[in-house]
């Protein structure tokens, strides 16, 4: 069974090597020659169009940039693709644009099923991380088998088309504000001669993300009547931050805006309730 895959970034040409090292025969195209063209040594078969390179294969994935580049990728592999082919996109792309994909390519007579990943270039050369699927349950059983030796772990999130999109850009929002806000800790740490090392040892002691199922809860259920910590005292101290780091010309990402929704928040009233009010807005 020949198998397509175009992209060749970081996570594209890993996924390609860890299909060669199975023995499978693969078919890649890049828009950049040469970085197609550095895997032929691994065995892959390199076409300089992606209409070329899909051609006979049952199964093209791919890993580009956006949803544009899916659809000029895609557009140009079109004329190459086989009757009933199956197309598998690992690109992080919008909710909408993955429904729009199935649609269209179903009513062109192919399939289209979009499967995101939680997995950077060593996981997809080893076979470990998340791959998300929703849709079709017929189509995602059929491809499940292929798809469990890319992955660790193929999670499925039922028949709702754009529901793996929109699960994966839900996670990379959770990692681009974890990383912004340990960003500003870190900027605290150095304003107050404390290292990275000595923060990383208070936080294996005390584990803040063994708080984040309750806190989700807490923040989800729209009760913020009991505090554990007033909104007006972590407004306090959120100023001690900004302080302390501005005082030594640090920078910081996020706490200014987080302290800005915090005065917003107090000033309808609710700085008595529990401080995770500042997302109510965003739950009601």
Not at 137 to 150: R, S
């Given at each position: 069974?020949?198998?397509?895959?175009?992209?060749?970034?970081?996570?594209?040409?890993?996924?390609?090597?860890?299909?060669?090292?199975?023995?499978?025969?693969?078919?890649?195209?890049?828009?950049?020659?040469?970085?197609?063209?550095?895997?032929?040594?691994?065995?892959?078969?390199?076409?300089?169009?992606?209409?070329?390179?899909?051609?006979?294969?049952?199964?093209?994935?791919?890993?580009?940039?956006?949803?544009?580049?899916?659809?000029?990728?895609?557009?140009?592999?079109?004329?190459?693709?086989?009757?009933?082919?199956?197309?598998?996109?690992?690109?992080?792309?919008?909710?909408?644009?993955?429904?729009?994909?199935?649609?269209?390519?179903?009513?062109?007579?192919?399939?289209?099923?979009?499967?995101?990943?939680?997995?950077?270039?060593?996981?997809?050369?080893?076979?470990?991380?998340?791959?998300?699927?929703?849709?079709?349950?017929?189509?995602?059983?059929?491809?499940?088998?292929?798809?469990?030796?890319?992955?660790?772990?193929?999670?499925?999130?039922?028949?709702?088309?754009?529901?793996?999109?929109?699960?994966?850009?839900?996670?990379?929002?959770?990692?681009?504000?974890?990383?912004?806000?340990?960003?500003?800790?870190?900027?605290?740490?150095?304003?107050?001669?404390?290292?990275?090392?000595?923060?990383?040892?208070?936080?294996?002691?005390?584990?803040?993300?063994?708080?984040?199922?309750?806190?989700?809860?807490?923040?989800?259920?729209?009760?913020?009547?009991?505090?554990?910590?007033?909104?007006?005292?972590a407004r306090k101290d959120t100023q001690i931050f900004i302080d302390t780091v501005?005082?030594?010309?640090?920078?910081?990402?996020?706490?200014?805006?987080?302290?800005?929704?915090?005065?917003?928040?107090?000033?309808?009233?609710?700085?008595?309730?529990?401080?995770?009010?500042?997302?109510?807005?965003?739950?009601?």
């Amino acid at each position: 069974m020949a198998r397509a895959f175009l992209g060749m970034g970081l996570l594209g040409a890993n996924f390609v090597k860890a299909m060669l090292d199975k023995g499978e025969k693969v078919q890649i195209w890049n828009r950049s020659p040469e970085r197609a063209q550095a895997l032929a040594s691994f065995g892959a078969t390199v076409f300089t169009s992606a209409a070329d390179a899909v051609k006979g294969a049952e199964y093209i994935h791919l890993t580009v940039k956006d949803d544009a580049a899916v659809n000029e990728v895609l557009a140009a592999a079109a004329p190459g693709l086989q009757p009933g082919a199956v197309i598998i996109d690992h690109t992080t792309t919008t909710a909408d644009g993955a429904r729009q994909r199935t649609k269209e390519w179903k009513d062109n007579g192919f399939t289209y099923l979009h499967a995101p990943v939680f997995m950077g270039p060593a996981n997809a050369r080893e076979g470990s991380g998340y791959m998300l699927v929703s849709g079709d349950q017929a189509v995602v059983e059929k491809v499940k088998p292929l798809l469990d030796k890319m992955t660790g772990k193929v999670i499925n999130l039922g028949p709702e088309e754009g529901k793996a999109a929109g699960m994966k850009l839900i996670g990379n929002s959770f990692l681009v504000a974890f990383v912004a806000g340990l960003s500003d800790t870190l900027s605290l740490g150095k304003a107050l001669d404390i290292s990275a090392q000595d923060i990383g040892s208070l936080f294996d002691i005390w584990n803040p993300a063994q708080m984040l199922a309750t806190r989700l809860q807490r923040m989800s259920s729209g009760d913020y009547s009991k505090a554990s910590w007033e909104l007006n005292m972590a407004r306090k101290d959120t100023q001690i931050f900004i302080d302390t780091v501005k005082g030594k010309n640090g920078t910081l990402t996020v706490l200014p805006a987080i302290a800005a929704q915090m005065d917003k928040m107090i000033g309808e009233g609710f700085g008595a309730s529990d401080w995770t009010v500042i997302s109510k807005d965003a739950v009601s």
